[in-house]
C-alpha cells in the first residue's frame, strides 16, 4: 500500500482509463488509484474491474447515478479518510493532467513543506494550456483571477482540479457542509482550506484539452461557479 491514494472520477471514459491508470502506475513513485465511477454506461467500471486483476492497488467505488464531479471526490476523500492515506490527489481521467506531474505535486506536500499543493496552469500569470479554443481560455483564466478579487485568495489557479491534500487538511473541513457540485467544488476546497490557515504551494503545470471522450463542462457548472463564489464570500463575511 502507498501512502499516496490518486483518485480519479469517472463517467463514460472508456477511451482513456486503462491508459491513464497505467500511466499513473509507470511513475517512479507508486502511487494507489481510486476510480469512483457514476455507474457510466459505456463499460467504464469492467475496464477497471479487469485491470483490478493485474493491479492489487487499483480501487473501484462504484456510485449509482451521475452527481456531480464535487461529490464524486467527496465519496473519494472520505474512503481515503478511512484507509488512511497521507496524501490524496485529484487528477483527471483524460490526460489534461500529466501523470508525470503526480510526483512535483507530492513533493510539494511531503518534502516542500505544503498542506496542500495546487497543478497551476496560471502561476504568475503564465499561461500553460495546450488545444483550448480562445472562448474557453478566456473564460478559464479570467475565473480564476474574478475568483481571487472576489476571495482575496492567493492562488493564481483557483478552478484548478490538480490537487493534493494531506489527509489532515481534508479531516479539517467539513466535507458535509460542501456545497457545489461542478467545477466550483474545486474553489470552495481550496478557499476553505485557505480560511483555515493550511499552507499551500502552485506548481507549474502544462494543461493538455482531452483528445479522447467528451467534455463535462456546461453552462450550469460556469454558473454555479460565478454566483456561488460570490454567495461563498457573503457568507464567510457574515461569519
Known sequence: MSNTLVIIPTYNEKENIEAIIRAVFSQKKQFDILVVDDSSPDGTGEIVRNLQKEFSNLFLEVRKEKNGLGTAYIHGFKWAIFKHYDYIIEMDAD???????????????????????????????????INWDFKRLFLSYFASKYVRFITQIPIYDTTAGFVCYKREVLENIDLDKIKFVGYAFQIEMKFKAWKKKFKHKEVSIIFTDRKKGTSKMSGSIISEAVFGVIKMRFQNLLK
Open 95 to 129: 490526460f489534461s493532467h500529466n501523470p508525470e506531474d503526480l510526483i512535483q505535486l507530492y513533493h510539494a506536500c511531503a518534502e516542500d513543506g505544503a498542506d496542500f499543493s495546487v497543478g497551476s496552469r496560471y502561476l504568475n500569470n503564465k499561461i500553460n494550456v
